[in-house]
């Protein structure tokens, strides 16, 4: 078996290779509330998401939060003066294209996403063909069944992580294992037998810490939706 000896040329090149990945490997450190953003999304290691739904972002910087994508796209709407048909159109393939991305991993709950576009979806109203004094009902209510047909921030969240949960729910990659352990323990939490995800939100929700899964059970139990899982139930003592 042959080897090659170790010179002091040969040891000092281990040693600055071996600098340099320690320097790429580096964890930077910070509070735990400090968002960064990362493949496209802003979002903080203790689970809020408030930068992503209300940062301003610097100049700069390519990445905008969701207010500040909607308020120029209003801006611009206001000033071009296109007829509602058109409108419409701009409002679908245009500003939702731009806001869809990277919705599935915020954690926020959905109180706090019914805030970002409440305001919004007033001020666009009238440029969009529709009497600003509907009943707030109707206006997230599909037009098959008479309402206006705007989308909501709520339910496109709620799709994208329930997209996100069945894709990758008893994978054999380290999202799949961190769904488990995080549902895992919010069966602990909540102290449930079963599927802590068919359990009702209200009131046990607050039993929760506040993560990625627990808005997910908000979601899901908001919109009525149940997941038909293979999850073991534990037995009574």
């Given at each position: ?12 090149e281990?040693?600055?290779s ?22 496209g999304?802003s ?7 408030t930068?992503h739904?209300?940062g ?15 308020s ?23 500003l ?39 009943a ?95 999850y073991p ?5």
């Amino acid at each position: 078996m042959n080897s090659t000896p170790v010179t002091e040329e040969l040891w000092e090149e281990v040693v600055d290779s071996t600098a340099s990945w320690t320097e790429l490997l580096t964890i930077p450190g910070g509070s735990v509330s400090a968002a960064r953003v990362t493949l496209g999304v802003s979002a903080a290691p203790d689970g809020h998401d408030t930068q992503h739904l209300h940062g301003e972002g610097k100049a700069r910087d390519k990445w905008k939060s969701i207010s500040t994508r909607a308020s120029p796209w209003a801006n611009r709407l206001k000033n071009g003066h296109l007829p509602p048909k058109f409108a419409w159109v701009s409002y679908r393939l245009q500003l939702w294209s731009s806001l869809r991305y990277g919705l599935g991993t915020l954690a926020a709950p959905l109180s706090e996403l019914g805030e970002v576009t409440k305001n919004f979806a007033y001020n666009v109203l009238s440029y969009l063909g529709v009497n600003q004094n509907i009943a707030a009902g109707y206006r997230y209510l599909h037009s098959t069944f008479g309402g206006v047909g705007l989308i909501s921030l709520s339910a496109e969240v709620t799709i994208g992580r329930l997209n996100m949960f069945l894709q990758h729910w008893d994978m054999p990659n380290p999202i799949g294992r961190l769904l488990q352990a995080s549902l895992e323990t919010l069966q602990l939490e909540i102290g449930c037998a079963g599927n802590p995800l068919l359990e009702p939100f209200d009131p046990m929700g607050n039993l929760a810490t506040h993560c990625w899964m627990t808005s997910f059970w908000e979601g899901i139990c908001a919109f009525g939706l149940q997941l038909q899982m293979d999850y073991p139930e534990l037995p009574m003592p």
